[in-house]
């Protein structure tokens, strides 16, 4: 099966922090997705890559910023925390071809005080 | 007009109950669908995908209609374990597009 390691599952940081959100798969996987997901809002999408150096921005990319240097890890950054960025944070691989699912982590709950 | 909509519920049925979802999506293009099943505080996980003829796993029967754009998921003979949050996802150009979900609480 494969595996979407998020790093952390629960984070709490101050409004104007730098705050990094790493995401690990281990099936060398292209694609790698970033979603929050906000009650009654649904999941959105912030940005996605298809490939090693390759970033798309997603619905609502503003406020963050991606990084993709190696094809397993795919990190997302808030460049200055703001409490509306507080938010569950779902990161997601999978396979290219349009026939298939993503693999979810596990999700980091961010709470910016 | 969203590009996945459903019916929010939250939907109250007995175990052993019958229980549909509907869904519709607004992309006539798409060519893949999924339903995902997420329990409280938890990530989705993929429950099945729906083909165009229609396809059953165990207790779940999933149907597709492109010319309605038209989705659905039957779950039969409910269990307390099918308490949880069922998305609706259809791909869009470049990702999947979820609707917000259906509540399901299924109880003894």
């Known amino acids: 099966d494969v595996k979407v390691t998020q790093s952390s599952r629960y984070l709490v940081k101050r409004t104007g922090e730098k705050v990094f959100l790493e995401c690990v798969q281990d099936m060398d996987h292209e694609n790698m997705f970033w979603y929050r997901q906000d009650p009654g809002l649904g999941l959105r999408l912030i940005y996605f890559s298809y490939d090693v150096k390759m970033k798309e921005k997603g619905d609502i990319p503003e406020g963050y910023s991606v990084s993709r240097e190696k094809k397993e890890r795919f990190s997302l950054i808030l460049e200055s925390a703001s409490t509306n960025q507080t938010s569950m944070y779902l990161c997601?691989?999978?396979?290219?071809?349009?026939?298939?699912?993503?693999?979810f982590g596990s999700g980091t709950r961010l709470t910016v005080v | 007009r969203k590009e996945v909509e459903q019916d929010p519920g939250p939907f109250n049925v007995p175990e052993g109950a019958t229980v549909a979802f509907n869904c519709t999506y607004s992309?006539?293009?798409?060519?893949?669908f999924f339903w995902y099943r997420q329990d409280c505080r938890k990530e989705p996980k993929l429950l099945m995908s729906?083909?165009?003829s229609g396809n059953e796993d165990g207790r779940f029967t999933a149907q597709l209609n492109r010319a309605s754009q038209y989705i659905s998921l039957l779950i039969r003979d409910s269990k307390l374990s099918d308490s949880a949050t069922y998305l609706c996802?259809?791909?869009?150009?470049?990702?999947?597009?979820f609707g917000k979900g259906t509540s399901l609480l299924v109880t003894p």
């Open positions: 992309n006539s293009a798409s060519q893949s």
């Open positions: 996802v259809v791909n869009g150009r470049y990702a999947l597009n």
């Open positions: 729906v083909y165009s």
């Open positions: 997601a691989s999978r396979p290219p071809g349009i026939g298939l699912g993503y693999t």
